[in-house]
C-alpha cells in the first residue's frame, strides 16, 4: 500500500487516494539497529510516495534494543514528552514518546500526516475516534469507533482519513516508551473536546532533539 506524501486527506472526504508502486522491493526489510532503521527510513522516502506496508514491516522487524534508545528518554511529571531522534531532512520526523504513570494525550488529528506507533516499553492504549460532525457548529459527544492495547513491539497506524484518536499509559506503577514516524512532519494539529467535539489548534513541541533537552516547552 502506496500514498504520495503529497495526497491531501481530509475528513469531509475520509479516503485517501492510494497509489499501487512496487518502490521498495530492492530495500532490506531487517534492520538490525536503530540506525539502519533510519537508514532505511531515508531510502523508504527517497521518493515522494510512502509505502505504509513496507514501513509498517520495517517497523515492526526493528528489535528496540534499550541501549539504542534510552538516550531519548526524558520523561515529565505533567505531560508526556516528545523526543526527536531524526528530523528526516523535513520528509519525516522520528521521535520517541515517553509516557509516565497514567499520563495521555488528548484526542487529536494527524495534519494530513501518516503515523506509524511502535511499543517499545511498557503498555500503551489507543483509543480511535470518528471525526465530529461540524467540528466547531454542533456540540456532540464524540463516536470511539475502536480501542487496542499496544504492547511488546506492536505496531499502530492511524492517518486522518482513518480518524482521530488517543493514546493513553493506563498504568499507575509503570512508564511507557513509544516509537512514532510521522511523514511528513507537522507542527501544528487539532485537539477535539470528547464530550463537544469542538477542536481547538495547538501548536506540537519537542521536549528534547538529538537527546538534549530545548527550550521550546
Same mark, same amino acid.
Given at each position: 500500500?502506496?500514498?504520495?506524501?503529497?495526497?491531501?486527506?481530509?475528513?469531509?472526504?475520509?479516503? /485517501?487516494? &492510494?497509489?499501487? &508502486?512496487?518502490?521498495?522491493?530492492?530495500?532490506?526489510?531487517?534492520?538490525?539497529?536503530?540506525?539502519?532503521?533510519?537508514?532505511?527510513?531515508?531510502?523508504?522516502?527517497?521518493?515522494?510516495?510512502?509505502?505504509?506496508?513496507?514501513?509498517?514491516?520495517?517497523?515492526?522487524?526493528?528489535?528496540?534494543?534499550?541501549?539504542?534508545?534510552?538516550?531519548?528518554?526524558?520523561?515529565?511529571?505533567?505531560?508526556?514528552?516528545?523526543?526527536?531522534?531524526?528530523?528526516?531532512?523535513?520528509?519525516?520526523?522520528?521521535?520517541?514518546?515517553?509516557? /509516565?504513570?497514567?499520563?495521555?494525550?488528548?484526542?487529536?488529528?494527524?495534519?494530513?500526516?501518516?503515523?506509524?506507533?511502535?511499543?517499545?516499553?511498557?503498555?500503551?492504549?489507543?483509543?480511535?475516534? /470518528?471525526?465530529?460532525?461540524?467540528?466547531?457548529?454542533?456540540?456532540?459527544?464524540?463516536?470511539?469507533?475502536?480501542?487496542?492495547?499496544?504492547?511488546?513491539?506492536?505496531?499502530?497506524?492511524?492517518?486522518?482519513?482513518?480518524?482521530?484518536?488517543?493514546?493513553?499509559?493506563?498504568?499507575?506503577?509503570?512508564?511507557?516508551?513509544?516509537?512514532?514516524?510521522?511523514?511528513?512532519?507537522?507542527?501544528?494539529?487539532?485537539?477535539?473536546?470528547?464530550?463537544?467535539?469542538?477542536?481547538?489548534?495547538?501548536?506540537?513541541?519537542?521536549?528534547?532533539?538529538?537527546?538534549?533537552?530545548?527550550?521550546?516547552?
Amino acid at each position: 500500500m502506496t500514498e504520495t506524501l503529497l495526497n491531501t486527506i481530509t475528513h469531509d472526504v475520509p479516503s /485517501a487516494r &492510494m497509489k499501487y &508502486m512496487n518502490t521498495t522491493a530492492h530495500l532490506s526489510t531487517q534492520p538490525n539497529s536503530l540506525k539502519e532503521l533510519i537508514d532505511l527510513i531515508y531510502q523508504a522516502f527517497a521518493t515522494n510516495e510512502v509505502d505504509i506496508d513496507y514501513v509498517r514491516t520495517i517497523m515492526t522487524n526493528y528489535k528496540g534494543d534499550t541501549k539504542e534508545w534510552q538516550q531519548y528518554v526524558k520523561f515529565q511529571p505533567h505531560r508526556y514528552t516528545r523526543n526527536l531522534v531524526d528530523g528526516g531532512n523535513g520528509k519525516f520526523n522520528l521521535m520517541i514518546l515517553c509516557w /509516565a504513570e497514567s499520563q495521555g494525550s488528548s484526542i487529536h488529528n494527524h495534519s494530513n500526516s501518516h503515523c506509524f506507533m511502535k511499543c517499545l516499553q511498557g503498555t500503551l492504549i489507543e483509543t480511535k475516534f /470518528a471525526w465530529p460532525n461540524g467540528e466547531n457548529e454542533a456540540e456532540e459527544a464524540m463516536h470511539e469507533i475502536g480501542r487496542s492495547e499496544l504492547k511488546d513491539g506492536k505496531v499502530a497506524y492511524i492517518n486522518d482519513s482513518i480518524g482521530l484518536h488517543r493514546v493513553e499509559n493506563p498504568s499507575h506503577t509503570d512508564t511507557g516508551v513509544t516509537l512514532h514516524l510521522y511523514v511528513p512532519p507537522y507542527d501544528h494539529c487539532n485537539v477535539y473536546d470528547e464530550r463537544t467535539g469542538r477542536a481547538n489548534e495547538t501548536h506540537v513541541t519537542f521536549y528534547s532533539r538529538g537527546g538534549q533537552l530545548t527550550k521550546e516547552e
